[in-house]
DNA sequence: ATAGGGTTAG
């Protein structure tokens, strides 16, 4: 038994034995504050030869310090490094817990190893550790995450099952996981049915579905959401500012947005460029692109710091006014100030690349993300194949297209519109119905091009078959 | 320690 070190009388043995261990455990508590600095701020390696220093000095790590390390290995997408502490923690007897766990499950579906998340959860079991509600919680959000919402509801009925009561977080998780997967009148119904049962819900619940009813065009049932918050008794913080200002200018409601913008500058809430990131993108995106340079000139002035967010929307600016040798230019100074280039930067400029004409330094770009790891391209790749269309490659196109492990609704519609556009008519409404029959859904302007297509060049018979078979793929999917 | 906002394509 520990004797607290306050109720000792100064000068005895066991008050020196306590006061080392006082000492030693304060000392750990330092080294556990330093791992956790270096950690955020990506810098493993140091963060590594702190705990070198301090078990040279006689501090010994804890699980702590190790579950801090799992985070940030996790982070920088190295999973394997992070894995790999767990040998190092039996090497060092220290015991992995709870948390150990449920950072490695959630570190894992991070970096795309969702069955290696299973088999984490599977051997915490075998281990004898019982999963807490959070261990529950972050496998639900894995599910979600990755687009399988009914393994995320299996485990909500796994909670149930091994006796442990959700918490506010488990059901924001499921409200979020529901919306991201395009089933918001469902979160909303959830949502409804808990408060029914007294759930209380907390700021973060609305801002939640604030966004997902924004996300769905439902600006009505968002407004009245806002106004619940508010009745609620909580103050709107900048995310959802942020939320509803985007939304706005989704809806070509500028004036309103800048509004918004101004009440969020009165209120101190644009000091992190998130904001400012959302009003130089619409501003990008209206053609209106005077005004976001000065923009995005304001915001330098007003010394916000980049981050890879706003560096990609400087990035999207080069590019839209075709100033490709600058853009090249970032991608290296974005390195240098030790940030990484994500998924985003890459497929801006390979974008950027296609729209200047450059189509040979787009698919080159393309291997360059190939080779850096970056395998979720099916944007930079639908950029390539409208490039290529419009290059008048149409061919290439396809090709590539055949190529393609993804497609989704923007692939189709790009193909689709650039074939009626060299009137290929019979094979854009092949692969118009390859797409409606996969269930995805297609740009309603895309699926006119065709059926007019063929109608005004003689195909009446063709067009009317085709406008049946797509009345029919769309009557199954109901 | 894990949940919510900003940046990409038709």
Redesign the pocket.
Known sequence: MQISPVLVKPGGVQSKFSEERMVGKLSTRLLNICV?SFCKARQLDKAESVIIDAVRLGIRPNV?TY??LI?GYCRLSSFESAYSLLQRMREARINPD??TY??LI?GAARNCLLSKSLDLFEEMLQRGMAP?I??F??LM?CFFELGRPEEANQVFRDIILHGLSPC??TF??MI?GLC?NGYTSNALMLFRNLQRHGFVP???????LI?GLCKVGRLGAARRMLKELSASGYLP???????VM?CCFRSRRFQQGLEILQEMRHKG?TF???????V???L??GGRIKEATNYMDQMMRNGIKH???????LM?LYCKVGKLEDAYQLLDEIEEGGLEC????H??LI?GLC?AGNIEGAQQHMKHMNVLGLKSH???S??VV?GLCKAGQIDNALKMFESMEMR???????LV??LCKARRYHCASKLLLGCINSGM???RS?QWAVIDGLQYSGFQKEARKLKSKIRLAQMVQC
């Open positions: 956790v702590v579950n801090e985070v709870v948390v449920n950072s959630s807490d959070w261990s919680n972050t959000h506010p977080a924001n998780i979020n991201k907390e700021l973060i619940t609305y801002n939640i966004n913080n900048a995310i959802t500012y942020t939320t985007k809430y992190d460029g998130f904001a400012d990131c959302t130089v993108g619409a990008i995106k981050d890879l967010a706003s560096y990609n929307t999207n994500d998924e985003y930067t497929t801006i974008d729209k099916l944007v930079a639908n950029c409208d989704d609704s923007f692939t189709y519609s790009s519109h650039n859904k297609i740009l895309a």
